[in-house]
């Protein structure tokens, strides 16, 4: 069995956190899973965290297995927007704040205007506040590896709450020096080597589950 299908099926448990999975069908999205209303509050606190840092070193970066169809997904998944457009891959890319230089982009870039932002998997707020780089921002921790979603408008969670797929979690925006424009930086990181990956896999394997409801 490989790490990573030792990951997936740890996310499996964690959808018992929340009870019994059901499909929402008045979910805009195609969300598995139960919601519950978020209790809004407002970080004070600037934290100096590095899943805010946009631009990493190569080696921090992992690259997942290549069988990713031994993926065993969880029950309950959604996609973090509404409508998923990439501006920005992960990967090498012109610093858009240095155009002179390239750096290693540690997530992608999705487009969105103030939108509202929803937990990918089941898992528990890691850290809800704002960094000089990434803004207002959100992490949540799905058992092996952390999502992140940097540059919010407003932080609808709090450190320490369980959430669900599909659950509102912030509101995107454009806070933060690491930014040109209102979007959505969404990375990926393992919890216990701290590297990352890149997030367009697991939206991939996420909208693969949602496609199986329409059939």
Same mark, same amino acid.
């Given at each position: 069995? =490989?790490?990573? $299908? =030792?990951?997936?099926?740890?996310?499996?448990?964690? =959808?018992?956190?929340?009870?019994? !999975?059901?499909?929402? !069908?008045?979910?805009?999205?195609?969300? /598995?899973?139960? $919601?519950?209303?978020?209790?809004?509050?407002?970080?004070?606190?600037?934290?100096?965290? %590095? $899943?805010?840092?946009?631009?990493?070193?190569? /080696?921090?970066?992992?690259?997942?297995?290549?069988? %990713?169809?031994?993926?065993?997904?969880?029950?309950?998944? !959604?996609?973090?927007?509404?409508?998923?457009?990439?501006?920005?891959?992960?990967?090498?890319?012109?610093?858009?704040?240095?155009?002179?230089?390239?750096?290693?982009?540690?997530?992608?870039?999705?487009?969105?205007?103030? @939108?509202?932002?929803?937990? /990918?998997?089941?898992?528990?707020? @890691?850290? !809800?506040?704002?960094? %000089?780089?990434?803004?207002?921002?959100?992490?949540?921790?799905?058992?092996?590896?952390?999502?992140?979603? &940097?540059?919010?408008?407003? /932080?609808?969670?709090?450190?320490?709450?369980?959430?669900?797929?599909?659950?509102?979690?912030?509101?995107?925006?454009?806070?933060?020096?690491? $930014?040109?424009?209102?979007?959505?930086? &969404?990375?990926?990181?393992?919890?216990? %080597?701290?590297?990352?990956?890149?997030?367009?896999?697991? &939206?991939?394997?996420?909208?693969?589950?949602?496609?199986?409801?329409?059939?």
């Amino acid at each position: 069995m =490989t790490k990573w $299908t =030792t990951t997936m099926i740890c996310l499996c448990c964690l =959808t018992s956190m929340g009870g019994q !999975a059901q499909y929402l !069908a008045e979910s805009p999205f195609h969300t /598995i899973g139960g $919601t519950q209303k978020a209790m809004a509050v407002t970080p004070v606190d600037e934290q100096q965290d %590095t $899943t805010s840092h946009q631009e990493v070193e190569d /080696i921090e970066v992992e690259e997942p297995p290549q069988d %990713t169809a031994s993926f065993v997904m969880p029950l309950s998944v !959604a996609l973090p927007l509404r409508g998923i457009h990439v501006n920005s891959p992960f990967g090498m890319r012109t610093d858009p704040k240095r155009r002179s230089r390239r750096r290693m982009h540690n997530g992608i870039d999705l487009k969105a205007r103030y @939108e509202d932002v929803f937990s /990918i998997l089941p898992g528990i707020v @890691e850290a !809800a506040s704002y960094s %000089t780089n990434g803004g207002y921002y959100v992490s949540v921790n799905h058992g092996l590896f952390v999502c992140s979603y &940097l540059h919010l408008s407003k /932080i609808c969670v709090h450190k320490g709450q369980v959430v669900m797929a599909g659950q509102r979690i912030a509101i995107s925006g454009n806070t933060g020096k690491r $930014t040109t424009g209102p979007h959505l930086h &969404l990375s990926c990181r393992w919890c216990k %080597t701290g590297k990352y990956f890149d997030p367009k896999i697991l &939206l991939r394997l996420v909208q693969e589950e949602l496609s199986k409801l329409k059939q």
